[in-house]
């Protein structure tokens, strides 16, 4: 498991990006700070070519010439050259006084094999499908209500089900995003308290699997519609857990399994609009006994005006499913009316928060 910086270490570091960029904006003219605003998705498809291309793996075993680079990836050298180019300005990728192009840290995670890889993130964030759905995002602001299942005739699970090719695209690079959220998460919330935990809709348990590794005389229960075929049972041995984990087939609006003292959720109720939210949470307030745990793993908008992954998340979400990124007092409104009172949120070192109510 890749180690965890501290939580203060991030936000620091976090604050002092913020702080940076504010002062970037406050010495650049208006229209100028606009401007580079303006151009960052071509940041976004220059990641997106070089993630394809795979050129952080060509890297690999050392700096290289831009000619033998891109007769490695299939690239024209020039237009290769200009890419990393603008990517070098952004700290991803770098030319030596030699003029041999290199590795930095964060070019190095476009490698498909980094322990904490983002490469899939980027292909999925520069992909043609998830750019045309962007088209319809004017829409979305307009009435509110996603637009994706008006241009493509079905919602968006649908939709990913019927397009298997981009549907793989997509979960890769969820999963992406998913992998740098676990070992943070199990960092700062102590399940061992924890007799039994049950992980809704977690997929094929890869967070289940660090909470269980984090506490050692704690069970599982891993709930998911996919269950007999997403390869959990595999997964959950190949870490160690399987003995302590049991397997159970549900899907998201159907009664949850009963006798777990904890109860997680992880990016689930961010996926819907409010009253499905609530439904899905009302549903776990009945299989879970008084004094239980829910635990929301989400990222937690701040109140304020800071740069936050959330704020960012929400307006994907709108567009896509209808759902929303929420404040801490939004959480704290949601789970009331589902049964529960909220306890505390608890920071991670990733973008993503534990939210943690009691049944009541």
Not at 192 to 206: M, R
Not at 237 to 264: C, H, I, K, N
Request: glycine share 10%; proline share 7%.
């Amino acid at each position: 498991m890749p180690a965890v910086p501290p939580p203060e270490v991030v936000r620091a570091a976090e604050k002092a990006r913020a702080d940076l960029q504010k002062q970037v904006r406050e010495l650049a003219p208006p229209p100028f700070a606009l401007l580079e605003l303006a151009m960052g998705s071509m940041v976004t498809q220059a990641l997106y070519a070089a993630a394809e291309l795979r050129v952080a793996e060509a890297l690999q075993a050392g700096p290289r010439p831009i000619e033998d680079l891109a007769a490695e990836v299939g690239a024209d050298a020039g237009a290769l050259g200009r890419v990393l180019r603008l990517l070098a300005s952004q700290g991803v990728f770098t030319r030596r006084d030699d003029g041999l192009w290199a590795l930095t840290p964060m070019a190095d995670a476009l490698r498909a094999d980094h322990p904490v890889t983002m490469r899939d993130l980027c292909v999925l964030m520069g992909h043609p499908t998830h750019w045309d759905d962007w088209n319809g995002f004017l829409d979305s602001v307009r009435t509110g209500e996603p637009s994706l299942p008006k241009r493509r005739g079905m919602g968006a699970f649908e939709y990913l089900m019927r397009n298997p090719e981009y549907g793989a695209v997509f979960i890769g690079g969820m999963g992406n995003m998913s992998s740098t959220e676990t070992a943070p998460v199990v960092a700062a919330y102590d399940f061992s308290q924890f007799g039994t935990v049950l992980d809704f809709c977690g997929a094929n348990g890869g967070l289940l699997a660090g909470i269980l590794n984090s506490a050692p005389d704690t069970k599982g229960i891993l709930s998911d519609p996919r269950i007999a075929a997403n390869g959990a049972a595999r997964f959950l041995a190949a870490q160690g857990v399987a003995d302590r984990v049991t397997l159970a087939d549900g899907d998201l609006f159907d009664p949850v399994p009963s006798g777990a003292d904890a109860y997680v959720l992880k990016h689930i109720v961010h996926d819907w609009p409010q009253e499905q939210a609530l439904q899905i949470l009302r549903n776990v307030r009945a299989a879970i006994k008084p004094g239980g745990k829910l635990l929301l793993v989400e990222m937690v908008v701040p109140e304020g005006d800071e740069p936050h992954s959330g704020k960012l998340v929400d307006l994907w979400l709108l567009l896509l499913v209808g759902g929303k990124e929420r404040t801490r007092s939004q959480y704290a409104e949601l789970v009331a009316q589902a049964g529960f009172k909220l306890e505390r949120v608890v920071e991670t070192a990733a973008a993503v928060s534990v939210v943690e109510a009691v049944a009541i």
